[in-house]
């Protein structure tokens, strides 16, 4: 931890990647995996797994086509998921509608795709009102629409563990 004022700042360590395409180099930061944050082991095999989608096809194809490769890699990696699930949106209890989550993994993160030329703060907005309408603690928002992928981890400060019923 560093301080920047009154502000306690986290150091974050960075692996720099060279990936090669078309000629290309381009790098890529990655955070490396660190066990202080919640299910990290998992939300690497997910990046790595979409770092190998935009290192294949690039940017500028339709979210649809990086989904449908996402999930080649889901299954090549051995990761349990649900595409395009459907769940329930409440408001005080009440259900008020449902949205498509992109990916559900492991059914604990939530993955959102995006191809757009950047990620911006209403992007980030609404994966985080997902996390916290269907309660989920951890999820990653993945923009393959740039020339080096972009990536995102939210957390969901509204988390609220489900208590786990008794043994019988």
């Known amino acids: ?8 700042i986290k150091q974050i360590t960075i ?6 395409r078309n000629n290309f180099k381009t790098i890529v930061e990655m955070p490396s995996v660190k066990e202080q944050y919640k299910y990290s082991e ?29 999930e ?9 998921y649900k595409r395009e ?22 059914d604990i993160i939530s993955v959102e795709l995006k191809a757009i030329t950047q990620i911006e703060d209403v992007h980030l907005a609404q994966a985080i009102n997902y996390l916290e309408a269907y309660n989920l603690e951890v999820g990653l928002l993945i ?7 972009n ?4 957390t969901n ?4 563990p489900t208590p786990t019923p008794p043994e019988s």
């Open 15 to 20: 692996q720099t990647l060279m990936l090669k």
């Open 1 to 8: 931890m560093g301080n920047y004022g009154n502000h306690k």
């Open 42 to 70: 998992l939300t690497g095999k997910i990046i790595k797994c979409a770092m190998d989608v935009h290192s294949f096809l690039g940017n500028g194809f339709q979210e649809v086509i990086y989904q449908r490769a996402l």
């Open 143 to 149: 923009n393959f629409g740039e020339r080096s992928l």
């Open 85 to 106: 699930l459907e769940m329930p949106i409440y408001y005080k209890g009440r259900r008020i509608g449902t949205r498509r989550v992109d990916f559900l993994v492991e």
């Open 151 to 154: 990536f995102k981890r939210l």
């Open 157 to 160: 400060k509204k988390y609220k």
């Open 72 to 80: 080649i890699e889901f299954q090549l990696g051995a990761i349990n």
